[in-house]
C-alpha cells in the first residue's frame, strides 16, 4: 500500500510523480516534508468539516500546506530530480 504522505504530494503534482518517488526513496529529510504535508492536510481536512469550523484556522493550515508543497518542490529542484 502506498505511504499516503508520498500519495499527498504525487496527486498534487502528477508532472512530478516520479522525481516526487525517487526522492521519498532516496532522503529522509524529504520524507519528513511528505509527512509533514500529510499531517497539516489532515488538520485542513479537520477544520473544513468541523462544526466549528474557523475561517482563521482553515486560512492558517492551507498557508502551511503551501509553504510546504513549495519547500517540497524547491527540494526536487535543489537535488535535481526534476
Same mark, same amino acid.
Given at each position: 500500500?502506498?505511504?499516503p504522505?508520498? #500519495?499527498? @504530494?504525487v496527486?498534487?503534482?502528477?508532472g512530478?510523480?516520479?522525481a ?8 529522509p ?5 511528505c509527512?509533514?504535508?500529510s499531517?497539516?492536510?489532515r ?7 468541523t ?8 486560512a492558517?493550515?492551507r498557508?502551511?500546506l503551501?509553504?510546504? #508543497?513549495?519547500?517540497? @518542490?524547491?527540494m @526536487?529542484?535543489m537535488?535535481?530530480s526534476?
Amino acid at each position: 500500500m502506498p505511504d499516503p504522505s508520498l #500519495e499527498l @504530494l504525487v496527486r498534487r503534482f502528477p508532472g512530478h510523480a516520479l522525481a516526487i518517488r525517487r526522492l521519498y526513496i532516496q532522503d529522509p529529510e524529504f520524507r519528513v516534508v511528505c509527512g509533514d504535508c500529510s499531517e497539516v492536510q489532515r488538520a485542513l481536512e479537520y477544520w473544513q468539516t468541523t462544526d466549528d469550523a474557523a475561517p482563521e484556522r482553515v486560512a492558517e493550515y492551507r498557508r502551511m500546506l503551501e509553504e510546504l #508543497e513549495a519547500e517540497a @518542490l524547491a527540494m @526536487l529542484t535543489m537535488r535535481g530530480s526534476t
